[in-house]
């Protein structure tokens, strides 16, 4: 079964800087998804990034980015210019790519704050 | 994007009494819906997987006798729970994945707070 392990129950960063968050995760498929949400203080689960494993070019999207490292089965998450509103818990996720039925398998989370 | 959405968003309930949480997609048909528990500070821990026209998929722990789910149509799916007692007071999340998605995001409900008083 695939597992995701994020290292860091908590981090905090100052308002404009950089930071990134950590996942690992433990699979014998090749093809898979990696995904980053966000759920801020009102719990609604928010899509922050996506990456397909097959390839190899780094997803990007405005302010975050991730640093796929697909030999050593790393999904990192660099948040820049950091806001405010980046401030909750971020989830790393991990999904096959062979079916629709499969489920997401979450990380437990990483509580970002985010100081003024 | 595609839309889930779930009701009530908050509940207070008595002990022993039941209470049903739904979960629709909105602009798409979900064959497949997911029901997630999280407990404060915590995972999203799956609690089953839906399928539309048949029986739901439990996780390994989770009681199908109290935890009822029932998806009835291509865009709504229930969950029940029977008999409530304080310990199933938690927050309660439906997910759906929009068929040909380009994206294969699942897309989540607002989520219900559950309070069993």
Known sequence: AQTVTQSQPEMSVQE??????????????????????????????????RQEAYKQQNATENRFSVNFQKAAKSFSLKISDSQLGDAAMYFCAYRTINSGNTPLVFGKGTRLSVIA | GAVVSQHPSRVICKSGTSVKIECRSLDFQATTMFWYRQFPKQSLMLMATS????????????????FLINHASLTLS????????????????????????????????????????
């Open chain 1, 16 to 49: 404009a800087e950089t930071v990134t968050l950590s996942c690992t995760y433990d699979t014998s498929e090749s093809d898979y998804y990696l995904f980053w949400y966000k759920q801020p203080p009102s719990r609604q689960m928010i899509l922050v990034i």
């Open chain 2, 51 to 66: 399928n539309e026209g048949s029986k739901a998929t439990y996780e390994q722990g989770v009681e199908k006798d109290k």
């Open chain 2, 78 to 117: 229930t969950l029940t729970v029977t008999s409530a007692h304080p310990e199933d007071s938690s927050f309660y999340i439906c997910s759906a994945r929009a068929p040909g998605h380009p994206n294969t995001e699942a897309f989540f409900g607002q989520g219900t707070r559950l309070t069993v008083v």
